[in-house]
């Protein structure tokens, strides 16, 4: 390829370099110091990021440490880091004079003085005392480089020369050796590439469609984080093309993990939080976030991510969200808190623009379509929401999308150039996390080719939401490397049947729309392998994962629910709850997080065990006692609240006698993983008479 012929200087914006005189260059690269600074960035106040100038603000070190003036706070930059500088270089946007004189860099600004000879960026939010929060959308940092002495038109970084049409380029450095990292996968979102050997990565970005450039989180560094107290990943930064030059440089630095890759850590997966408005915000921080801070205390190395619908079709909670996974906490230190896109969370409010739809997800949280490594697993986010046209919401944002299932080829070429970076797959195991469940959208062309790229790992996860209930399957048809058919995980929504309320008690409702509780689920991960998991309900202990039932019992309420019969409804339409004619005189189990093939059920009496569970198929009835709840109680009136794609009901005929009369019983649940063996056994001895475990 040919190299770049530049005829003006190189100037700065988001990338540094400038012209010299050939004959003064140094022949090797040369360490540099810093005399002054100068940076614009930008402030929030609640009432959105407004452009300010950091001088006010920001003091800086010649000893590697920067300070909040008006907080005294200090923070400390890695070694051979002496300054820090903003993308806009001036209010006005103008450019810098730049001269080469001996081996230094001479750029002047409005009297300060800089001499440097490279520069790379990221990202960082500072805080103030007052809560004023400080954004530098890039902070720049200074290394010694020196352009190539034989050809004045070449341009280098970190000794990796830039080629032509290569208009995404950077460099990815350690910042406790200072070395570039190869091997760092980089993406606009449409293709791939990865870090040379001197950590530099160059390609050509997509016309008319890259916005933003990242990276892979590498296994062995830690996942960055907007700001010393955010848990918001930061590993993207908006790309800026500046007029007359011929490329965006964006740098990242990494921090490498104290003890190196992690072959054990957590993986906390969130169902739809679904915020609306305030008020729901208000629950997802103050009973989700509370109870996770709480529960995740006794795990290691842990990592959430939600499976999108973070919001409810309210742009106008975006900020609040943010702020709530932002300071989300686990043994008082900032969490990294990924998330998916949902069909909620795409923005109908810019007349039909599908692009633009994405765009405040966008500014919040990066990429819709990513991947990071954590320990032998490699974990893909991805958006299968395919948005067709707008129509009337009644939430905040007046409108919502129509839309289907699926993946553009786009999608699926992004995907296969990620996938072909990923070393030794039969030995590692991959999270595929998406929001629309895979079982209920296979008429998409590209899910197939999806799975096909998936089935070279050990193990195959499919990590969903969307439904609002949990549910797992086994795709008995499609097969991993290491023997185990993929598994996808439904789980249900955070804020299970949308922060419903039980309006006969003032109580806020803690239950799916099929009965399992709200909340979030916990794996346990060990090298390429989920080796255990947990389904948390909010504000229930970890054992609480079954209720049992008398058949025959009916909820009280205006309307009458009964589990043998087809001809339930509820509301004041008559929504119509189908039971099951089976059920008739029977123990009914319902076990929130269970499957076809890892789980038993158990009637047992004064020690002796009296029959087995059978458990019934896909659809085949509803949740006769939480449509009694939701219908009677919280007095819902449309079909959501009535759900026949219950999947965790299990039946044992009532053996001659009545169960609300038989004494010393217990129902036995026992979940035993398909691959590490560990056995849970999970008990019940009390029948569910009323609607109070339904209450938070």
């Known amino acids: 390829m040919k190299r770049f012929n530049w005829i003006l200087p190189l100037a700065l914006l988001s990338a540094f370099s400038c012209g010299k005189e050939s004959e003064n260059a140094p022949a090797e690269p040369q360490p540099v110091t810093i005399s ?15 452009r300010k100038d950091v001088k006010e603000l920001l003091d800086f070190g010649g000893d590697g440490t920067y300070t909040l003036l008006n907080s005294g706070s200090a923070f400390d930059f890695s070694d051979g880091i002496l300054d820090a500088y903003s993308t806009d270089f ?31 960026s990221t990202g960082f939010t500072f805080e103030s005392a007052s809560g004023e ?8 940092y200074f290394k010694g480089e020196a352009p190539d002495r034989n050809d004045d038109s070449a341009f280098r970084i970190n000794g990796s020369l830039i080629y032509e049409g290569n208009d995404l380029v950077g460099l990815i450095t350690d910042v406790e050796s200072g070395r570039g990292i190869p091997g760092v996968v980089v993406s606009d979102g449409y293709n791939c590439t990865r870090t040379d050997e001197n950590g530099v ?25 907007e700001s010393n107290s955010s ?67 006794g795990y290691d190395n842990v990592y959430c991510m939600t499976m999108g619908d973070i919001i409810f079709d309210s742009n106008n909670v975006w900020n609040r969200m943010h702020n709530n996974m932002g300071g989300f906490k686990v043994n008082g230190k900032n969490t990294p808190f990924f998330q998916v896109m949902g069909n909620h969370d795409k923005d109908a409010t810019n007349n039909n623009d599908a692009y633009q739809a994405d765009q405040r997800y966008i500014d919040q949280f990066g990429p819709v379509d990513y991947s990071y490594d954590r320990g032998d697993i490699h974990i893909i986010a991805m958006d299968n929401v395919r948005v067709s046209s707008i129509t009337t919401s009644t939430h905040s944002n007046n ?15 992004w995907l296969r150039q990620d996938l072909s970076y990923v070393e030794d797959k039969a030995d590692k195991g991959v999270f595929f996390c998406v929001h ?7 008429t998409d062309k590209n899910y197939d080719k999806v799975l096909e790229l998936l089935k070279d790992f050990k193990e195959v996860h499919l990590m969903v939401g969307h439904t609002h209930y949990h549910r797992n399957i086994i795709h008995s048809s499609r097969i991993a490397k290491g023997g185990q058919p993929f598994y996808e995980h439904i789980h249900g929504a955070a804020c299970g049947a949308w922060w419903s309320e039980n309006s006969e008690t003032g109580k806020n409702a803690n239950v799916t729309t099929t009965g399992g509780y709200a909340g979030y689920t916990v794996y346990e991960v060990d090298g390429p392998s989920i080796v255990d998991r947990v389904l948390k309900g909010t504000n229930r202990p970890p054992t609480a994962q079954m209720r049992v039932y008398d058949s025959e019992f009916m909820f009280p309420g205006t309307r009458s629910f009964i589990w043998s019969s087809l001809t339930n409804t509820g509301g004041s339409s008559g929504i119509l709850c189908p039971g099951n004619e089976t059920l008739k005189d029977c123990w009914i189990a319902e076990v929130f997080d269970d499957d076809h093939a890892n789980w038993t059920v158990e009637l047992w009496q004064n020690g002796s065990k009296i029959g087995d569970f059978i458990r019934m198929g896909d659809s085949a009835t509803s949740n006769i006692a939480i449509c009694a709840y939701f219908f009677n109680q919280c007095h819902k009136n449309t079909s959501a609240y009535s759900k026949t794609t219950c999947a965790h009901i299990w039946y044992l005929k009532a053996p001659g006698y009545v169960p609300l009369e038989t004494r010393d019983w217990e129902v036995r649940a026992t979940f035993t993983h398909p691959v590490s063996n560990k056995v849970h056994v999970y008990t019940v001895n009390s029948l569910t008479t009323d609607y109070s475990d339904f209450d938070l």
Not at 201 to 225: H, N, W
Not at 399 to 413: H, K, V
Request: with cysteine; aromatic share 14%; proline share 5%.
């Open 436 to 442: 629309i469940p895979f079982t209920t959208s296979r």
């Open 36 to 50: 002054g600074y100068w940076a614009v960035a930008a402030t929030d106040n609640g009432g959105g990021m407004t």
């Open 133 to 140: 929060r400080i954004r530098l959308e890039k902070v720049l």
């Open 201 to 225: 990565y160059q390609f050509k970005s997509t016309e008319g469609l890259t916005r933003i450039v990242y990276y892979s989180t590498p296994a062995d560094y830690q996942v960055t984080l």
């Open 90 to 120: 001036s209010p006005s946007g103008q450019r810098f004079s730049c001269t080469y004189e001996g081996d230094v860099y001479h750029i002047e600004s409005l009297g300060a003085e800089l001499t440097a000879s490279r520069i790379s």
């Open 231 to 297: 848990s918001i990943p930061r590993f993207y930064t908006p790309v800026v093309f500046a007029g007359d030059l011929p490329f965006s440089r964006n740098d990242f630095l990494l921090t490498p993990l104290p003890g190196g890759k992690e072959e054990k850590w957590t993986f906390v997966a969130v169902g739809d939080p679904q915020c609306s408005g305030s008020g729901d915000a208000t629950r997802y921080e103050n009973e989700t976030l509370v109870d996770m801070t709480s529960f995740l205390a």
């Open 399 to 413: 409108y919502t999308w129509n839309y289907s299932y699926g993946f553009t080829d786009e999608q699926i070429e």
